[in-house]
């Protein structure tokens, strides 16, 4: 990782050079605090004095800098207007295209200044967290909470960005009206948004979110999928995604990954039954459920690394492969054989596409269209665990053609076997496999390249959407842990682009500290939800007496609340909190939920069972968004892309979490149905406290 310092020095722009924040001087004047402190020549408090009035110079510079640069993008604006309107009154396609390419170059400009602000807070940020780590103070959040809500902070009017929001809403505006002003409407204000608004208000609006570090629904469910991205596309990149895209291959891949999340849950309700006929125990429903994630902790590996040189071999291959497995699990029934069912279960796991789906979406689809296939991912697999059960519970029949049974245990693998068959013929004839280019090798950029290219390559090269800037990102760890640069430090230092990790071993070696806990909130939340999900057929029958319908029903409920509590929390919860704080929050949650599932004493009750397993399952939810959120910015950027990426690493951990929750169900059934529940929410409430803890010193350790 190159030096914040020298990246400073590479990339600033010359003409503004006097304005940025004087980060070497900084620097300095920590190390000179550090040996006078030593010698006793300052004490602490004149120490924080000091470096509160020098930090405030430095912010009031870049904000008053700030504030004249952006009237003169006023000013133009102001100009461009009156052209503007004597433009629409008179059309001339000529004039209309040299008046959008002035708006378009003010844009450009406002991108500058975006990125001069970013370089500015990220060099707030680091040298903040540079004197902190010296000095073993809570410096930064002293200085940040003291001047980030007075009426007259500096630092106020930089993380709220005064102003800009006017200029880009002009920007915006009239490029909207120029490209409509031959339409039926009276005004824009009357139209939907544009749905591919112009190129650079489109970067615009990436900057400014990755500023503000805005949130909204369709962002927070986007990282859901935890798709990485390094870098913004330079043009020649976009154009290389424009030729990759290809809507119906988009669909067939989202398609692909609503039916995996079906054919895993639409077998839950029924599963202990199923073992039940076969003559086995009911809780070897846990092995029965958790074999396809056993099976899909290795096929998530060799399906990513497949997916480096296709994306339809693997997904034809995953498909054929789970028609196989789901024929097997409806024929374990007439062939009276467990072992025959479980190898259909691990066919259906080996058939697990959820990496090479991840891939398409990071490899072929335009920028601009990412989130929302991430998305897009997100909302398939959610409909397909509510869809699972519910599908389940339609299947209440009993019938044979020839030797074949078609009951309620048996439905579920002809169903999805049937579905994969069709969805196999639509892949055949409409997928298309995009050109895949070359890995490429590691390479040197000097940093007069990067100066030269301008703001907006420099921008893209630089820069990715996910990274944070100021409050939250401080959790961004591995970037704190920079390299010790030189003071004399000079622009010929080389920047060097990693190529993606090619070892597990060094993925690992990726993993700070603070990523190894957000793993292990991972892991905690999908064995909360996996106990849950996996043996509620067993708890529901032996306290309630409940029928298939009714615990399909039950699940499917418990599916359907993904999306709604998604929309409350893109929209507005992540937006009133800080990550952090949710995350702890939603960890209590979920062991709040845990503790009042337990059978003590008094009679158990179907409100108490409902009431904690929706209070587990909602605050897992939760829990799973923000992490993943979280996650993508303290993972590293070289987990983006290659076959050891990040969300490799999330997929295992999350499918490692069920395979031993599922294990850990038919374990505890050997103890007997009447101590399941509590014998399974042990280990749970142990996971759960655990990743509390260790939440609580990882954030110690950053704040």
């Not at 062939?335 to 789906?357: D, Y």
């Not at 398939?380 to 019938?399: E, I, K, R, V, W």
């Not at 760890?477 to 390299?483: I, P």
Request: proline fraction near 4%.
């Amino acid at each position: 990782m190159v030096a914040f310092g020298k990246k400073l020095k590479a990339s600033r722009i010359p003409e503004w050079q006097g304005y940025y924040i004087d980060y070497k001087c900084l620097k300095k004047k920590v190390n000179r605090y550090a040996q006078q402190l030593e010698v006793g020549v300052q004490g602490h408090h004149d120490v924080l004095k000091d470096f509160s009035i020098m930090l405030d110079r430095e912010i009031e510079k870049i904000v008053l800098f700030l504030l004249q640069q952006q009237g003169q993008l006023a000013s133009r604006l102001s100009g461009l207007g009156e052209q503007h309107h004597d433009v629409l009154d008179q059309p001339d396609g000529l004039n209309i295209s040299e008046i959008e390419e002035a708006y378009r170059a003010v844009g450009n400009d406002l991108l500058r200044l975006l990125f001069f602000l970013e370089m500015n807070a990220t060099g707030l940020r680091k040298i903040l967290k540079k004197f902190d780590k010296r000095f073993g103070y809570k410096f930064t959040n002293y200085y940040v909470k003291t001047r980030s809500n007075h009426p007259y902070s500096q630092l106020r009017q930089m993380l709220k960005q005064v102003g800009i929001g006017a200029v880009v809403g002009a920007i915006s505006h009239n490029l909207a009206d120029l490209q409509n002003h031959r339409g039926s409407y009276v005004s824009i204000y009357d139209q939907p948004a544009l749905s591919h608004p112009d190129p650079v208000v489109y970067s615009i609006n990436a900057a400014v979110n990755k500023l503000s570090n805005s949130t909204n629904f369709l962002e927070y469910l986007g990282k859901h999928a935890f798709i990485l991205e390094e870098d913004l596309p330079t043009p020649s990149e976009e154009d290389l995604f424009e030729q990759k895209y290809h809507f119906m291959s988009l669909m067939l891949n989202l398609v692909n990954t609503f039916l995996y999340m079906v054919n895993t849950y639409i077998v839950v309700p029924t599963a202990d039954n199923y073992s039940l006929s076969l003559g086995a125990a009911a809780t070897v429903c846990g092995v029965v459920i958790g074999s396809m994630a056993v099976a899909q902790v290795f096929s998530s590996v060799y399906f990513s690394a497949w997916s480096n040189k296709s994306y339809f071999r693997p997904l034809l291959f995953s498909t054929v492969v789970l028609l196989v497995g789901n024929i097997l699990y409806a024929l374990a029934y007439d062939l009276n054989s467990l072992p025959v069912l479980l190898i259909g279960r691990l066919f259906c796991g080996l058939g697990s596409a959820r990496a090479v789906n991840r891939r398409y979406i990071t490899d072929c689809v335009p920028h601009k269209l990412r989130m929302k296939a991430s998305a897009g991912f997100v909302t398939a697999s959610a409909l397909g665990m509510a869809c699972g059960p519910a599908l389940a519970c339609l299947f209440q029949t009993d019938f044979k053609i020839s030797k074949l049974t078609f009951n309620e245990e048996t439905f579920p693998g002809w169903f999805m076997a049937v579905s994969w068959l069709l969805y196999l013929l639509w892949l055949w004839i409409s997928f298309r496999e995009p050109p895949h280019e070359t890995e490429t090798q590691n390479s040197l950029v000097s940093p007069e390249a990067i100066a030269n290219a301008g703001p907006l390559v420099t921008y893209a090269m630089e820069n990715g959407f996910m990274e944070p800037l100021l409050l939250n990102s401080k959790s961004k760890q591995h970037e704190e842990n920079e390299e010790e640069e030189s003071d004399d430090g000079g622009e010929d230092s080389p920047v060097k682009i990693h190529k993606p990790v090619t070892s597990i071993t060094l993925a690992y070696r990726l993993l700070t500290p603070t990523v190894k806990v957000q793993l292990l909130v991972y892991f905690m939340l999908k064995y909360a939800m996996e106990i849950l999900v996996a043996e509620s057929s067993v708890i529901t029958s032996y306290y309630f007496i409940w029928s298939t319908s009714r615990v399909a029903i039950f699940l499917a409920c418990l599916g359907l609340t993904v999306l709604p509590v998604n929309i409350i929390v893109g929209n507005y919860i992540s937006n009133w909190f800080e990550e952090r704080q949710l995350v702890l929050a939603s960890e209590i949650m979920v062991c709040i939920g845990i503790l009042l599932s337990f059978h003590v004493l008094i009679p158990y009750s179907v409100p108490q069972y409902v009431g904690s397993a929706l209070i587990t399952f909602v605050s897992a939810e939760v829990l799973e968004g923000v992490n993943l959120s979280l996650l993508s910015r303290v993972m590293s950027s070289r987990l983006s892309k290659g076959t050891y990426n990040g969300g490799l690493l999330s997929t295992e951990a999350g499918t490692l979490a069920r395979v031993i929750a599922d294990g850990t169900i038919t374990l505890s059934g050997y103890l007997g149905e009447g101590w399941l529940l509590n014998a399974t929410l042990l280990p749970s409430l142990f996971i759960c406290i655990t990743s509390i803890v260790a939440t609580c010193f990882s954030y110690n350790s950053l704040y």
